[in-house]
Structures are given as structure tokens and as C-alpha cells.
């Protein structure tokens, strides 16, 4: 999953892939309501959040502890990467030979990665980098990516503008 950058640079909370002790456990309808509460507005505050849900403060904190703890949500810092130094940003869709696991997990370690997905279609992989400028990506992806045993080709899609990016799909 990727970060939004909007123009402010507010703290939001994100959901992401449950992986936690609690990740097989289905989501009660008032955990859902919090998520949503929280994903119109990461700072909104806890008793904010109890009084739209029917809960109290301490409650909402509960779950919230919960929520992270299971890793259905982590809190981030939502910037904007030109006003924190960072000027180019790309996909770049990543041509596996073998295991796509291992080429992921190294991709995944990489600074410069905010976001790994294995994929169906033209390529194997679609990896999301945030660079410091032209100089930074070519180096990434010609000297880092590119050696990666079991990369076979990749392909760069660099980010002229960014026009939407929300994660306010709610809950299911």
C-alpha cells in the first residue's frame, strides 16, 4: 500500500494486511464504524470517536490498541515528499524468473520502497519508490533492482503528477 501525499501533511491511520493474533478474528460492526471514523479523520479523537460509536473514550482506546496490535490499521505521518526532499517518484513493474517471494522480500527491504504488490498480468510485481531526484532512481533501479537475482526486466513509470490517492473505502 502507498502513502497519500497531499498538500498538508497530517498523521492518518492507514489499514493494512492483517497479520496479527487477531487478523483471522472478523471485524465486529463497532470496530468497523472506529476504522471508518478514523480513516474520514486519523486525528479525530478518541471520545469523538466513542460518541459517534456508542462507546466510551477509554473503550474506544481499547480497540483502536486492538486494531493496531492485529495489524488491520497502523498509525502513519502522511507527507508530502517535495516538501521533505524527495522530488521523483515511479512504479516500476518488476519481470520475475523462479520464486516471485524472495524478489519481493528483498524489494521490500529497500529504503527507497514504500510499496510491493505481487500482481496478475504483464508483470510479476509492481513496486512503488520514492527517490531524491532522476540520479537516485536510475541508480536504484539499474544498480539495485535490475542485479536482483531472479529479475528479469523491469519497467519504470515515473510520476509526472499525482492527481488522487484516499484510503476511504470504509469497511466491509
Known amino acids: 500500500m502507498g ?3 497531499g498538500e498538508d501533511q497530517r498523521v492518518t ?11 483471522s478474528q472478523p471485524l465486529d460492526e463497532t470496530s468497523k464504524r472506529i476504522i471508518e471514523q478514523l480513516q474520514e479523520d486519523g486525528r479525530r479523537p478518541y471520545a469523538a470517536i466513542g460518541k459517534a460509536v456508542g462507546l466510551s473514550e477509554a473503550a474506544v482506546r481499547q480497540r483502536v490498541q486492538r486494531l493496531l496490535d492485529g495489524g488491520v490499521m ?4 502522511v507527507t508530502d515528499p517535495l516538501q521533505v526532499g524527495f522530488a521523483r517518484q515511479a512504479m516500476i513493474g518488476v519481470k520475475v ?6 524478489v519481493a522480500d528483498e524489494l521490500s527491504a529497500m529504503a527507497e520502497v514504500d510499496y510491493v504488490v505481487v ?7 509492481l513496486v512503488e519508490v520514492v527517490c531524491e531526484d532522476d540520479d537516485h532512481l536510475l541508480d536504484l533501479v539499474s544498480a539495485q533492482i535490475r542485479k536482483l537475482p531472479g529479475v528479469r526486466s523491469t519497467e519504470t513509470f515515473v510520476y509526472l503528477k499525482l492527481r488522487k490517492q484516499l ?3 470504509g469497511t466491509r
Open 3 to 5: 502513502l497519500v501525499y
Open 13 to 23: 491511520r492507514k489499514p493494512v494486511r492483517p497479520s496479527g493474533p487477531h487478523a
Open 74 to 77: 497502523q498509525i502513519v505521518a
Open 97 to 102: 524468473e523462479g520464486e516471485i517471494e524472495p
Open 119 to 125: 500482481t496478475a498480468g504483464s508483470f510479476d510485481l
Open 167 to 169: 484510503y476511504n473505502w
